[in-house]
């Protein structure tokens, strides 16, 4: 915890309003594992404030994010939709479309019809850098200060940042030079949003692009004399900093009324520019790296901490990101405008009830880019459309020959564990189980529309 910080406890107080909906804190890390928290494990980067919140809420230990890259995955949390009916299914290319459309509706719509006062700070990641109906302002948030487009967030010394719908030219950053560092921005823009929101209650969407690569950041703190590479030196300095600007945001937040803080990834860690997620475990120890379907790119950290509202302690249910939306819609006290993928958690957050989970979860991969770790895991084929459906403890993941998806079944290489039994997916049991197999074909076929 940074110096002077107040323990996790302290950050929000456990004020009341005439209206008792909570604020909600909406953190989306950029690329952050399920193994680079202290509170799942890691031990050579620090992250104390998110480990008590992990520490004094629930921590979630079989979340998963709804893709294992960034745009698609954002899209499904934003929508409540997975990637077999959501509007963005991969990261943007030529032919597809990257961007929202008038008849898609967020999280952050339900919240500003219900009286809440939005804001998005940080990446959003979807359309042309203009205003329009793919833009944060036309889907949902009265407040955005950040990153348009998906590539843009890649350098955290930009020239500039959209506010709203006008470009703001940043100082000393021009020319290669480097003066402001965005997630400082981001940081500072939220805790002034929150304060000004007065009595109204709030819903911050915290989308900071660190973890990310390249590994840029004003300092790597102490981890500057460590005797790594300076990659791996900057990815846990980013961590790190990660966790320090949360606390700093919490400890700013006013105190009229009780606030709930949701803590997650987009997708599992990166490999790029140099950096080596294996001295960290930053999957946790299981299998495969963002972009791939392994458990190690889809399982990401989880935590939600709302003293007095949310229970605190641990659960292995099986969670999407897909949940999200409907949990935010309840708790603020919204209705539902259509069918969505995931199931309340609301239940489960206060202790109550504990409802099922989704019956399936359903992922599509279509990607061209490609790391060395997460190609080399799959036999070199990372860049071929995927799809992977997991029912209770049996996951399958398929791969099409090319990048279509084949008409037959036959046309796929097909892979099934069983996650209870073998969490890492060593054993590829698919011929042990073929009637497993059919019925997991099935439910991939009907998941795509």
């Known amino acids: 915890m940074t110096r002077g910080a107040a323990p996790a406890d302290a950050f929000l107080g456990l004020g009341r309003a005439p209206d008792p909906r909570p604020n909600i804190v909406l953190v989306v890390a950029d690329d952050l594992g399920y193994g680079e928290l202290g509170a799942y494990g890691q031990t050579k980067i ?4 998110i480990d008590r919140l992990a520490g004094q809420g629930l921590r979630f230990t079989q979340a998963y994010s709804a893709a294992s890259v960034c745009a698609p995955s954002r899209c499904s949390l934003l929508t409540g939709l997975h990637t077999g009916h959501s509007r963005v299914r991969q990261n943007p290319q030529a032919g597809f479309p990257g961007d929202l459309r008038q008849e898609d509706t967020t999280f952050a719509e339900l919240l500003q019809g219900v009286g809440y006062r939005t804001g998005l700070f940080g990446k959003w990641g979807f359309g042309p850098q203009r205003p329009g109906v793919s833009h944060p302002n036309s889907r949902g948030f009265d407040e955005f200060y950040g990153y348009i487009t998906h590539s843009a967030a890649h350098d955290y010394y930009p020239d500039f940042l959209w506010h709203n719908g ?16 965005s997630p400082d921005l981001f940081r500072r823009r939220a805790a002034d949003f929150a304060e000004e929101s007065g009595d109204q209650p709030f819903f911050i969407m915290y989308a900071t692009n660190l973890p990310h690569a390249p590994g840029e950041l004003p300092s790597l703190g102490r981890y500057a004399a460590k005797p790594w590479p300076r990659a791996d030196r900057a990815h846990a300095a980013q961590v790190s ?20 803080v949701i803590v997650t990834s987009d997708n599992g860690p990166h490999e790029e520019q ?25 399982r990401v950290p989880f935590i939600v901490w709302g003293p007095g509202l949310v229970r605190k302690g641990v659960t292995g249910r099986v969670t999407s990101q897909l949940d999200l939306f409907p949990t935010i819609a309840e708790l603020a006290g919204a209705g539902l405008p259509r069918k969505v993928d995931g199931v309340s958690l609301t239940g489960v957050l206060a202790g109550r009830r504990n409802p099922a989970p989704a019956p399936h979860l359903y992922w599509y991969r279509s990607e061209k880019s490609q790391t060395k770790r997460a190609n080399k895991i799959e036999g070199g084929s990372v860049t071929r459309l995927a799809e992977a459906v997991r029912q209770d ?15 037959t079944r036959g046309g796929w290489r097909v892979e099934l564990f069983n996650i209870g039994k073998d969490p890492r997916e060593a ?20 998941s795509w529309t």
């Open 393 to 407: 403890d049996w996951k399958l993941i398929r791969y099409a020959p090319g990048r279509t998806r084949p008409s």
């Open 274 to 298: 140099g950096f080596n997620p294996d001295r960290f475990d930053a999957n946790g120890r299981y299998r495969g790296y963002k972009r791939n379907l392994y458990e190690g790119a889809l």
């Open 166 to 181: 006008r470009k703001v030219r940043l100082a000393g950053n021009a020319g290669g030079k480097k003066g402001s560092f």
């Open 427 to 446: 054993n590829n049991v698919a011929k042990k189980h073929p009637a497993v197999v059919s019925r997991l074909h099935r439910l991939a076929d009907a």
């Open 46 to 49: 620090k992250t104390p404030v």
């Open 241 to 260: 900093r990660l966790d320090r600007d949360l606390g700093t945001l919490l400890e700013s937040l006013p105190k009229r009324r009780q606030t709930i």
